[in-house]
Structures are given as C-alpha cells and as structure tokens.
C-alpha cells in the first residue's frame, strides 16, 4: 500500500505560480510510475501530466504544455509540479497517482492504471 499526500495548493491570481508537491510512503519510489491529474467541478478527472521512475520521461496534457512542469526527486520520494501563468481554467482539484504497470510507458494518462491516489489538493485562480 502506497500513501500519497499532495501539498501545495491554494488562491492565487491568474498568472501566478504555485508549486504542488506530493509524498509517497514507499520505500521503492523509484519503480513507479507518478502522474497529476485534477478535477474541475462538474466536471471528470482529466489527465495532466506523468514522469518515469527515473524521471527521464515526461508527457503532458496539450491544454498545460509549455506552463506546468513536472519532476520528481527519488530521494524524498515526493513528485512535484510546477504551475505557472496560471488561467482561471486551471482551478481544480490536484491530484497526484502513483502506477508500477509498464503499461504506464505507453498510456501515462490511463487512469486506470494507476493503483494509488492522493487525497487532492485544491488550487483556484482568481481572474
């Protein structure tokens, strides 16, 4: 069981910056897959952004490219991802998912693969 724990989120104005983090509880957090996805209200989760174990590969949603970068440092088993030029459109729900199926590599924005979740960190964008 992997516990992931987002942090990070808040108010801010469109076109600021804010930075989510997320730690996991596991000793072999280099073997998974993570990803950031975030929920609107009224709306399905959608797919953000995901990075390789060793933090190599990326892939981001077309809608964030260019504005939301994501990284991860395996030695603090935490996952982050760097928001700017934030758009009112942003405001969501963030969560981050952690996957260990290689299917990953090929379908990072498949929701049903990842097996753990975080509980979601809340970001809104005032215009």
């Known amino acids: 069981q992997v516990q992931l724990v987002e942090s990070g989120g808040g108010l801010v104005q469109a076109g600021g910056s804010l930075k989510l983090s997320c730690a996991a509880s596991?000793?072999?957090?280099?073997?998974?897959?993570m990803g950031w996805f975030r929920q609107a209200p009224g709306k399905e989760r959608e797919f953000v952004a995901a990075?390789?174990?060793?933090?190599?590969?990326?892939r981001y949603a077309e809608s964030v490219k260019g504005r939301f970068t994501i990284s991860r440092d395996n030695a603090k088993n935490t996952v982050y991802l760097q928001i700017n030029s934030l758009k009112p459109e942003d405001t969501a729900v963030y969560f981050c998912a952690a996957g260990r199926t290689t299917r990953l590599l090929l379908q990072p924005p498949a929701r049903n693969l990842y097996a753990y979740w975080g509980q979601g960190t809340q970001v809104t964008v005032s215009s």
């Open positions: 596991t000793r072999t957090f280099s073997d998974y897959y």
């Open positions: 990075i390789s174990g060793n933090g190599l590969g990326t």
